[in-house]
């Protein structure tokens, strides 16, 4: 069988003292504590009610129906993009699922296709940086847009 390294025991610390990091020593409930204190920091899923949700990156993920959030709907802060407001070329406000059109001919990088005028997106999705738009165009795929080349359709 092989042996496994044991930390290293701390020499003027009780023997419940080890150092896990150069420098640092936790003692094995405090260690514990630490792990459990941020696991029940962590909220419940919205949408399933799950106990099971871990970080990625600033939105928390929930392992058991795919639900992603941002931290500051989990705050109840509101807002959803942090009080950022993404407008269409005529200046409506838009909203995550709503459906745009796209009103300019629309080279695609890396590929000879076109997203043609009047292309309906259904569902988008709003998204921090130069793209404020992730959507699924039909015949084309996965894509990210500016708002300045869509307008928002009215139901």
């Known amino acids: 069988m092989p042996e496994y390294a044991k930390p290293e025991c701390a020499e003027d610390a009780p023997n419940n003292v080890f150092e896990y990091e150069p420098g640092a020593r936790y003692s094995d409930a405090a260690f ?9 920091d ?12 871990y970080e990625d990156g600033p939105l928390y993920v929930c392992p058991e129906c795919a639900h992603e959030w941002g931290r500051e709907a989990a705050d109840g802060e ?3 993009d942090g009080g950022r407001t ?8 838009l909203k995550d699922g709503d459906t745009v059109t796209v009103i300019k001919d629309l080279k695609v990088k890396g590929s000879s296709s076109v997203v043609k005028v ?3 997106v259904k569902n988008i999705r709003l998204v921090d940086g130069d793209h404020d738009i992730d959507c699924n165009i039909p015949g ?3 894509m990210g847009l500016k708002s300045e080349f869509v307008k928002k359709v009215t139901d």
């Open 118 to 120: 009047g292309t309906k």
């Open 86 to 93: 993404v407008r269409d070329a005529n200046g409506a406000e």
């Open 140 to 142: 084309i795929g996965q």
């Open 42 to 53: 962590m909220p419940e899923c919205p949408k399933c009610g799950s106990a099971y949700v």
């Open 78 to 80: 509101g807002g959803g």
């Open 32 to 40: 514990i504590e630490k792990k459990v204190r941020n696991m029940s």
